[in-house]
C-alpha cells in the first residue's frame, strides 16, 4: 500500500534561518507529489506540486520542493523562514492515473520572531 | 472562479444522534470529491471519494457512510454517532490535479 512518511513532526526555528522537512512515499510507479500548507485557523492551502519535468520545483512564498527519484523523496525547502511560516505542512501523493491522495502526517512548524 | 462549502462549521451531538454534514461546490462541473478527518499528528486520513454521483469509495470501515446525490454535493453521515466519530471533517474537491480543501467541520460527540 502507498504510504507517505514526514519524519519531522514539530520544528521550531528562529526566523531568518534555513527549513528542510522531509518527505519520503512508498510507491513504485507515477507519482505526483504536493505540499499543503494550514496556516492557524485556515483552510489547507497548496504550496507547490510536482507531476513532470524539472524536479525542483517552486512554490509560492519562496518555497521550493525537489523530487529525488531514487530516494523516494520530495523534501520542502525554503532558505530564510518568517515568523508568518509558522504552520502545518502536509505532503501529499497521488499514483498517476488514480483518484487516491495519501497524506503524510504533517510537519508543525513554530517559527520564533 | 471556484469554491467550495461545508456547513456547518461546528457541531455538538450527542452520542447515539443521527449525522449529516454537507459539502458543495461551486464553478466547476464532475469534480472528484473527498471526505477526510482530520486528527492532530495524524494527518488527513481518507475516508471517502467519489469520482461521480452515486459513486462512492470507501477507504475505511467504520461509522460514517457518504452519498453524492448531486454532481457538485457531497454528504457524510452517520446513523448513530459513536465518541470516537469526535474530529475535524475536510471536504476537498479535484478536477485531476491537485485537491482544493474547504473549511471544515469540528464535530464534538459528548
Known amino acids: 500500500a502507498q504510504s507517505v512518511s514526514q519524519h519531522n513532526h514539530h520544528v521550531i526555528l528562529s526566523e531568518a534561518a534555513s527549513l528542510e522537512l522531509g518527505c519520503n512515499y512508498s510507491y513504485g510507479g507515477t507519482v505526483n507529489l504536493f505540499w499543503y ?68 502526517t504533517g510537519t508543525r512548524l513554530k517559527v520564533l520572531a | ?33 473527498y471526505w477526510y478527518r482530520q486528527a492532530a499528528g495524524r494527518g488527513l486520513q481518507l475516508l471517502f471519494y467519489s469520482v461521480g454521483i452515486g459513486q462512492i469509495s470507501s477507504e475505511v470501515p467504520q461509522n460514517l457512510s457518504a452519498s453524492r446525490p448531486q454532481d457538485r454535493q457531497f454528504i457524510l453521515s452517520s446513523k448513530k454517532l459513536l465518541l470516537s466519530d469526535s474530529g475535524f471533517y475536510l471536504c476537498a474537491w479535484s478536477g485531476g490535479a491537485e485537491q482544493f480543501f474547504g473549511p471544515g467541520t469540528r464535530l464534538t460527540v459528548l
Open chain 2, 1 to 33: 472562479s471556484q469554491t467550495i462549502h461545508q456547513w456547518p462549521a461546528t457541531l455538538v451531538q450527542p452520542v447515539g444522534s443521527p449525522l449529516s454534514l454537507e459539502c458543495t461546490v461551486e464553478g466547476t462541473s464532475n469534480p472528484n470529491l
Open chain 1, 37 to 104: 500548507v494550514q496556516y492557524p485557523g485556515q483552510h489547507l492551502q497548496l504550496l507547490l506540486k510536482y507531476f513532470s519535468g524539472d524536479p525542483l520545483v517552486k512554490g509560492i512564498k519562496g518555497f521550493e520542493a525537489e523530487f529525488i527519484k531514487s530516494k523516494f523523496s520530495f523534501n520542502l525547502r525554503k532558505p530564510s523562514v518568517q515568523w508568518s511560516d509558522t504552520a502545518e505542512y502536509f505532503c501529499a501523493v497521488i499514483a498517476s492515473g488514480t483518484y487516491k491522495y495519501i497524506f503524510g
